[in-house]
């Protein structure tokens, strides 16, 4: 097979018609007997991202809250209460990445084999329980447990719901999905101040300390937005009872469009699971969302103590977090627009990484308050985007539904691994300028920057060699192709058994 004889998918996702001007899905058409002329995709697409998008960014507002309180918990003697030390407390901030790392592949492929609206909803029920115990707790022990517990029942979230957008929107459409889902962690950070600053004047009430009702208050709103969430998620297209069957056609046809091979339907089966295990771009991406990854945590868990240390009182330390939050809900959508709309994404993450770099520096050097708060600005304006662009980077360049799955939590499980080295790196006898915190966190941007940059330059050349017909199959009836490259009896039949590996895909940069 040459390329000049069948369609290619560019690196932005789109169906390039050449020669006989066939779609890359022609003869594997889904539902070829529904009539789709009477439906107005850019309105079935509103629809879907009214069903999609508003709740699931709430249910991570209320996850990335949940997880995080603890530093805001922390400002209001939550140490001196329980009687645990400052060393106590990061084993406290460990243990949940830990937990939170270790279930989220398995987490992911529970939800491909059950629908995402009873497993999610199953999770944040679990969650806001643990959350809420968490502030009826009286020593060390029983808080480090319900740490653990909350990063495993949080665990399946994130991944969750990050491939589960990749399973209706285009490769083009997701980045600024997946920013929106995502700034709800930058909202949860500026929402997190000041309904801690709220709550904290129930200090006293049913003999509960303020730090405690942070938890309880938290941990029920959470067990009851879970229970509703089942009759509010929605399924995966091909099932989704919101959608008449030409809606749900026409969603499909358009991911079939956009090499999405398997949208139409895949089987369970452990080779697309082990394609995720061997695959160079799944170990390289992990190293690229590392790199962004603790420095996400690093800063999300321990900005108010940062601004606490550099003179403020606890309550104006949380009230000073929510402009910094608010301009990285910003970026963050921004790059999530103009990634999907222009491309090179890989170049994005490489511009923002050396932002945050730059305020990381700031931060080291300074012994001045206002410029080290300045400084926090650049850093979440670098950091936070860099999360859901990756993810979507990853995302844009793995097809099939369970490698897809697989890879993705693989990618951030292993970056929220990293969430326990950030639990560390800010030290009591290193106030109020963490030198040490603030290096550690400049060495992972660091890697991070080489890691993109490697990333981005090997798949540029693996388009390359695509292009010269280098990776081009043998296909039944066609001249041309390479027999290591597999034989096949249509190009359909090599899509599907390929996936992102068929010489017509090009990896987004």
């Not at 560019?10 to 058409?29: F, I, N, R």
């Not at 643990?130 to 022990?141: F, I, K």
């Not at 909350?150 to 600024?176: D, H, M, N, Q």
Request: hydrophobic share 45%; proline share 3%; glycine share 10%.
């Amino acid at each position: 097979m040459t390329l000049s004889s069948s369609p290619s998918i560019s690196e932005k996702g789109d169906v390039v018609h050449v020669e006989d001007g066939k779609a890359a899905t022609e003869g594997g058409v889904y539902n070829p007997h529904v009539d789709i002329s009477g439906i107005d995709e850019r309105a079935l697409m509103r629809k879907v991202d009214m069903r999609t998008i508003p709740w699931l960014s709430f249910l991570y507002l209320l996850c990335f809250l949940d997880r995080t309180s603890i530093g805001n918990a922390k400002l209001y003697n939550m140490e001196a209460e329980l009687g645990i030390t400052d060393n106590q407390y990061l084993v406290c901030l460990t243990i949940f990445f830990i937990s939170y790392a270790l279930f989220e592949v398995p987490s992911n492929i529970v939800l491909k084999r059950l629908r995402p609206s009873v497993w999610l909803s199953v999770l944040m029920v679990l969650w806001g329980i643990m959350m809420t115990v968490q502030g009826l707790v009286h020593n060390y022990s029983g808080l480090l447990v319900m740490r653990w517990m909350l990063g495993a029942f949080e665990a399946g979230l994130f991944p969750g719901v990050t491939y589960y957008l990749s399973c209706w929107y285009k490769r083009s459409e997701f980045g600024i999905r997946a920013a929106i889902f995502f700034s709800a962690a930058t909202i949860s950070g500026a929402f997190g101040g000041l309904l801690a600053v709220g709550i904290a004047k129930m200090n006293g009430i049913g003999g509960k300390p303020a730090w405690a009702w942070i938890f309880i208050i938290e941990g029920l709103i959470t067990i009851a937005a879970g229970a509703v969430s089942y009759w509010i998620i929605v399924d995966f297209p091909d099932n989704a009872t919101f959608l008449t069957e030409a809606e749900r056609t026409v969603v499909i046809r358009r991911l079939q469009g956009d090499a999405q091979f398997s949208a139409a339907g895949e089987k369970m089966q452990w080779r697309h699971i082990r394609k995720a295990l061997t695959e160079w771009k799944t170990y390289l991406a992990m190293i690229v969302y590392a790199g962004v990854d603790m420095p996400l945590y690093a800063f999300a868990l321990f900005l108010p103590s940062i601004i606490n240390q550099l003179g403020y009182s606890a309550t104006k330390a949380n009230l000073l977090t929510v402009p910094v939050y608010a301009l990285a809900c910003i970026s963050t959508c921004l790059v999530g627009f103009l990634a999907d709309r222009y491309g090179n994404r890989g170049m994005y993450n490489f511009v923002l990484l050396s932002i945050a770099a730059v305020g990381y520096i700031i931060l080291i050097a300074s012994r001045n308050a206002a410029l080290s708060y300045f400084a926090v600005f650049l850093a979440a304006c670098g950091i936070y985007p860099c999360i859901p662009n990756t993810v979507a980077w990853m995302s844009n360049n793995s097809e099939g539904t369970y490698k897809r799955s697989v890879a993705l939590a693989m990618v951030i499980s292993w970056g929220n691994l990293q969430g326990a080295v950030s639990s560390n790196v800010y030290r009591a006898n290193q106030k109020p300028w963490y030198p040490l915190g603030h290096g550690l966190v400049l060495m992972y941007i660091g890697t991070g920057l080489i890691a993109t940059a490697t990333f981005r330059f090997l798949l540029k050349r693996e388009n390359a060699r695509r292009d010269r017909g280098e990776r081009d199959e043998i296909i039944e009836g066609q001249e041309g192709g390479f027999e290591v490259n597999g034989r096949f009896a249509s190009v359909e039949d090599a899509q599907r058994e390929k996936g992102d590996q068929w010489s017509g895909y090009r990896y987004t940069l």
